[in-house]
């Protein structure tokens, strides 16, 4: 037997106070013995120490060869995907679950500990555990892990151990929203290393967390114990570090087309670069010195065929139509001391080194639903005559640069 055969089970959960043990832990051989004995003392009892996947009791084998503790099922028939190799789903695995008619025991009592913090919790006037809400308008149920009110907003916990069907995280998620409801996915902590085995079966509520991932574990549940109040782990990602802090509910951003999420995705190369030009750009319009250097990076990012003085001198035109193109998406002006966008554009329109970029604003205020602009008769008219004058073409430099910056528009 091999070292990975025999450390099939990753990681357990001891379910008298939450603590989170991986199988490397077991290989300090005091840890090792401890919750050896511990594991056996408590298989039977109400809180065994459990598989983090398929929530049975294990025990603490000790291999005959190597001399190293591991974690094995007690019962040894059990269905486990860690296990069982490939002769059962992950989805298989977890149907008795989620068909609602059985939660595994780490499940339980990570509900059971959930609700008893946000009990003590004096911002939370009400909440219900294992309830169904049943929505007039829609005529539709569901059965909530755990729904409560917490200052203004209605929030659902839905504790999710193992893989979820897609269609069914979609389906919640939609009701909920639906609702006003908060949805928040909650694992138990994976520590970083497991969870990046086992990414794939909590991929879809990452995803729908803006990369974020929610977990409890037993020290979450201490510090909220210590100020009455429930807290929560959250795991995000930078590259391919996995970082991970602790929030509480009025630290999360709600957003209001998705879930809620406590640290924002990094912002795209095009989106820093837009800001970065935006803040050297002031009303008075923005200097040689400061453009320089991110024309350098543009070109250098997208491997222009040009440099910083071409852009300078043959180009002019172009930092206009980035401060009017940024004006519309931001809805904010930027660059001029013109007090409103019509004003904007009919400068813009009127003056001929800047005609040649007259289809451009056109479709790009069309495409951001401010197309209303066109329709002011000094405005269209303005744009009518600019656009006499001949018009930048697809392959040019300026049209190259306006779709790497704005993909969304164009
Ligand atoms: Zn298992």
Redesign the pocket.
């Known amino acids: 037997m091999s070292e990975n055969r025999i450390r099939l ?1 990753e990681r357990v959960v001891d379910l008298e106070n939450l603590e989170s043990i991986s199988a490397s832990q077991l290989l300090d051989f005091n840890k090792g013995r401890e919750v050896r004995a511990k594991a056996d003392k408590n298989k039977r009892s109400k809180c065994p120490i459990v ?1 983090a ?2 929530e ?1 009791s294990v025990v603490v084998p000790m291999h005959w060869q190597t001399g190293e503790y591991y974690f094995k ?1 007690f019962d040894k028939f ?1 269905e ?1 995907p ?2 069982s190799e490939g002769s059962i789903s992950i989805d298989q695995a977890n149907a008795r679950i989620f068909q609602g008619q059985q939660e595994g025991p780490l499940h339980k009592k990570l509900k059971e500990k959930m609700a008893l913090s946000l009990a003590a919790c004096p911002d939370v006037p009400d909440i219900w555990v294992d309830e169904i809400y049943n929505s007039r308008k829609f005529k539709e149920h569901k059965k909530p892990d755990i729904r409560f009110v917490y200052k203004d907003r209605t929030f659902v916990f839905e504790i999710q151990l193992a893989t979820t069907q897609r269609p069914i995280i979609t389906k919640r998620n939609k009701f909920y929203q639906r609702e006003g409801f908060s949805l928040l996915w909650i694992t138990s902590n994976p520590e970083p290393k497991a969870l990046e085995a086992h990414k794939a079966s909590v991929v879809d509520i990452i995803t729908d967390h803006n990369d974020n991932l929610f977990s409890v574990d037993d020290e979450t549940f201490r510090r909220g114990d210590a100020e009455n109040t429930i807290v929560l782990r959250v795991h995000w990602w930078e590259g391919s570090e996995c970082k991970s802090k602790i929030v509480k509910l009025d630290d999360l951003i709600y957003p209001e087309d998705g879930l809620p999420y406590a640290i924002e995705k990094p912002k795209p190369w095009n989106e820093r670069w837009k800001d970065s030009w935006v803040s050297i750009t002031p009303t008075s319009g923005s200097i040689y010195r400061d453009r320089i250097e991110l024309w350098e990076s543009l070109i250098g990012k997208y491997d222009l065929d040009t440099n910083a003085d071409d852009l300078e001198q043959n180009h002019y035109g172009l930092i206009y139509l980035l401060n009017l193109l940024l004006s519309i998406e931001r809805k904010m002006l930027v660059g001029t001391k013109q007090k409103n966008l019509t004003e904007v554009l009919n400068t813009f329109f009127s003056t001929e080194s800047r005609q040649p970029f007259a289809r451009i604003a056109e479709y790009f205020l069309k495409k951001a639903n401010e197309g209303s602009y066109l329709t002011i008769q000094s405005t269209q008219q303005k744009l009518n005559e600019a656009r006499q004058t001949e018009q930048i073409d697809k392959t040019s430099l300026e049209a190259k640069i306006v779709r790497v910056l704005f993909p969304k528009w164009t």
């Open positions: 089970i598989c996947r398929c049975n099922h059990v486990c860690w296990t």
